[in-house]
């Protein structure tokens, strides 16, 4: 076993050797060596696109980064909110089973950065990821010097992976993802998407589909131990927030079109037209997968001369209104529970679709399209249970939300099925922090 790091040591860790690394690796590490003096200008440019803290720039140069403490710090990345929200419950076990242990957790967005700050537990840090630049990425490790160093999900930056491996840090892949377009596009460049996974002791893979292409990619040592958002507890909500919303529903029929992407808000606004024919009091929830979209979502509302409220505006739900956006950040929890009726987005247009477990566990029947194939797992086993259901298009919506909004028991029926297929699975989360734990060094 490897001892735990010294915070205060100046021994220097020599990074990857350009001339052994395969062509397009070592292309890489000379081109992002190269765009050091480009990085202060993208860097001032997503700062002007509202994609960064204006106050937690230095981050991204590991620069005023606090004081590392003493003791074993275990190290997860995620890209963004989705993956940050699915190891909550992995890291509070990570800190049952050691005692003292720090977690420092690295993503990638502002929304991601402003729900961890909230919820990550004490004896942890949030910082943003750093710029994939070599020097930037040994100053960051200089810095923090990880005992376990965790990958979530399928963002695979090559400096950041290469230099934490030549460190002799133990890594892991964990609930990895991996599309079938990313399978191609990896698959064009073989020899360094093995380098790269062979810098992880372990891969653990969300389902089987993705655990064969990573040992065909070359990853050694593959488990599946199951989806973490599947094992999740289920979602908070503000109590207070909650009763002001159901007294302003005040029992008019609603669904909610969750998580959607451009051109499904308008699918949902047209399904809306068509069903207050014979539901003229209905409450139609859009939550669009990138909140920043509010504005425009609610002006489309208002040329299909509809009733519009902004939850980010902080308007009031009221009566007249028809159609309201709820586009803020972390508060998917709060919506889930005012409709036993969800459509998931992301499904009628080719993304891929989002996770549709946390609607279930609150037991909402999962309406969904075609195209969920990121998720086709959890869309079978609730389609199983019949607790989901696809329906082949936008056409195909309506009538689907009308047989739910006039049959309302058979709406809350189904959810309980949801529901129940979720709460079937179990120990995902305990089983991936033990397999961890067998990589942390012993301190």
């Not at 890489?28 to 937690?56: C, M, Q």
Request: with cysteine.
């Amino acid at each position: 076993m490897l001892n735990c790091v010294n915070p205060s040591s100046s021994v220097r860790h020599p990074m990857p050797d350009a001339v052994s690394l395969p062509a397009i690796l070592a292309l890489y590490r000379i081109l992002t060596f190269g765009a050091a003096p480009l990085l202060p200008l993208v860097t001032r440019w997503r700062l002007h696109r509202n994609h960064e803290d204006p106050h937690r720039i230095k981050e991204r140069f590991a620069k005023s980064l606090p004081p590392r403490p003493d003791g074993p710090l275990v190290w997860l990345h995620g890209a963004s909110m989705g993956e940050s929200l699915s190891v909550l419950p992995l890291i509070e076990t990570l800190k049952s089973k050691t005692t003292p242990l720090t977690v420092l957790m690295t993503t990638n967005t502002t929304t991601s950065a402003h729900l961890m700050e909230q919820r990550l537990p004490t004896g942890s840090y949030h910082q943003y990821v750093p710029h994939d630049h070599p020097t930037i990425v040994s100053r960051f490790l200089d810095h923090w010097q990880p005992d376990l160093a965790v990958w979530v999900e399928s963002e695979l930056w090559p400096n950041l992976i290469l230099q934490t491996h030549a460190r002799r840090c133990p890594m892991a892949l964990i609930n990895a993802r991996l599309s079938e377009r990313s399978f191609r596009n990896w698959s064009r460049v073989p020899n360094s998407i093995a380098r790269l996974l062979a810098c992880f002791s372990l891969c653990m893979a969300q389902d089987k589909i993705t655990a064969e292409r990573l040992r065909t990619l070359g990853a050694s040592y593959v488990k599946t131990p199951g989806n973490l958002k599947w094992d999740a507890p289920p979602l908070e909500a503000n109590p207070d927030h909650l009763t002001v919303l159901k007294n302003s529903i005040n029992g008019r029929p609603v669904w909610i079109a969750a998580s959607t992407h451009h051109g499904e808000e308008e699918t949902a606004i047209k399904a809306h037209l068509a069903l207050i024919r014979r539901h003229p009091s209905l409450l139609t929830i859009i939550i669009p997968r990138h909140p920043h979209r509010g504005n425009s979502i609610a002006r489309m509302v208002n040329r299909y001369g509809l009733t519009v409220a902004q939850r980010s505006e902080s308007q009031p739900l009221k009566s007249s209104c028809e159609i309201y956006i709820a586009d803020t950040a972390g508060e998917m929890g709060l919506f889930y529970r005012l409709s036993p009726l969800v459509f998931m987005g992301g499904t009628l247009t080719p993304h891929g679709g989002q996770n549709p477990m946390e609607a279930a566990r609150l037991g909402c029947c999962v309406l969904h399209g075609p195209h969920g194939f990121n998720f086709a797992d959890a869309f079978q086993l609730l389609n199983n249970a019949g607790g989901g259901f696809e329906v082949g298009g936008p056409d195909a919506l309506v009538p689907a939300l009308e047989q739910r909004l006039n049959h309302t028991s058979q709406t809350v029926t189904e959810g309980e099925q949801a529901q129940k297929a979720v709460e079937g699975l179990a120990s995902i989360t305990k089983n991936v922090a033990q397999a961890l734990m067998g990589l942390l060094p012993a301190c």
